[in-house]
């Protein structure tokens, strides 16, 4: 609070000279009330993202085998995703290459699980599942995140991003 203080009157009539002392107690109380509301603030506020284990780079290594009857191939489009089980050959030869959502009834996470149970119901367990992720050129990143999402919830141990071929590129930008 601002104070002002008066010395004793002027005995010649002159107007009254005031010192003036300002409190700086609660601005000072301001400043450090704002300083911990930012400290609080921040240190509760942690970057989001997701652990990603990748295998050593190794050129001249074979890549690990997938068995065809474990392997998801989906791939991301703009507003759908396509997907296949098993080879891309037999795929299109049995027509065998569907589309999908990414919510709702027809979505990643329900042909997930059907594989999944699909794969208890033959090997007794689910190691042999495989989901292969890759993208056409016109998905945006939110697609990828949004796939990301679904092997981090359905806990898929087995993942990889690759690179579309180009008849699978093809194919899918052929279809409606």
Known sequence: MAEITTGSQPKNGKRKIHSTRVDLTP???LGFLLITFFVFTTSITQVKAMRILLPKDCPTCPPPPVAASGALTLIAAENKIWYYQGEFKDAVQKASLLSASYNGSNSVRNIILNLRKELVKQNGDDRKM????????NSNLQNIIDILDEMSINQVRSYALL?????EATFVSSQP
């Open 163 to 167: 690179d579309l071929t180009l008849a």
């Open 130 to 137: 495989m989901v292969l992720i890759k993208a056409l050129p």
């Open 27 to 29: 601005m000072v109380d």
